[in-house]
């Protein structure tokens, strides 16, 4: 969500920047409050808003940044508006890899075009595969029971094996998938990439939808389901005048 705008000053007048003590027009401070939780005026204008920002990721370990007027802590999307496309990636790697770090069973979705995490409470599924030898071939007198470990992203359903930290490789054991991506681990991550700048999953079924031009009506042909492919939500979902997500995220922002 944008910061909000109750703060906003109104043109015409100079006011004095309390962090570099110097009075300038309107059109010098944000049209918003370094916070959603700010509950003062517009007092720091957009030029000590960034170099503030900058300042507090000179540091090379992660925190989280204040407001320069006062104590409540800015979101990341609120970085994201007030500072340098850079800057934010910057302090977006940071915060990510933070979380991952300090919070128990916490994982990522590791589908390219998608930015959700989740808690993975470990469920292991018995799967009846056969094990490997170490020529990678299938050795039927020694099959057994494995267990699967897949984490499925609660935001785009975008399956992870959880030992190997990878796409999900149904059919597979983790040995045979190890042996047989062994030396092109770097190949699969491109193939990984490629597929998801083409194709989003249906929010009703789930199915891979490709696109391939055209406008941003997407129809899938095995439930019927239509949705908006810049924010993959089925229309209806939302309050915008095609019902889906991202118009009203677009007004939001502009």
């Not at 897949?150 to 796409?167: F, L, M, N, S, T």
Request: glycine share 6%; hydrophobic share 25%; with cysteine.
């Amino acid at each position: 969500m944008a910061p909000s705008t109750k703060r906003r000053r109104t043109s015409g007048i100079k006011y004095l920047c309390l962090t570099c003590d110097t009075e300038r027009v309107s059109s010098q401070f944000p049209d918003y409050n370094p916070t959603n939780d700010c509950d003062h005026l517009i007092n720091t204008c957009t030029p000590c808003l960034r170099q503030w920002i900058t300042a507090q990721l000179s540091s090379s370990s992660f925190k989280k940044i204040k407001c320069p007027e006062c104590n409540q802590t800015m979101s990341n999307e609120e970085i994201r508006v007030a500072t340098s496309k850079k800057n934010w990636i910057k302090y977006d790697e940071r915060e990510r890899r933070h979380i991952l770090d300090f919070t128990p069973n916490w994982r990522w979705c590791l589908k390219a075009d998608c930015r959700a995490g989740q808690v993975h409470e470990s469920k292991p599924v018995p799967d009846a595969i056969a094990t490997v030898n170490t020529r990678g071939k299938r050795n039927k007198k020694d099959q057994q029971v494995a267990f699967s470990d897949i984490c499925v992203c609660h935001e785009c359903g975008y399956e992870a094996c959880v030992p190997c930290d990878r796409p999900w490789h149904a059919g597979e054991s983790c040995a045979e998938y190890q042996v047989r991506i062994e030396g092109h681990a770097g190949e699969e991550d491109e193939s990984v990439k490629a597929i998801a700048k083409t194709t989003k999953r249906c929010p009703r079924c789930a199915r891979n939808i490709e696109k391939n031009g055209g406008c941003h009506n997407m129809h899938c042909t095995q439930c019927n389901a239509t949705f908006c492919w810049r924010c993959a939500s089925a229309f209806g979902d939302g309050s915008g005048p095609w019902g889906c997500k991202c118009v009203k995220q677009l007004t939001n922002t502009h």
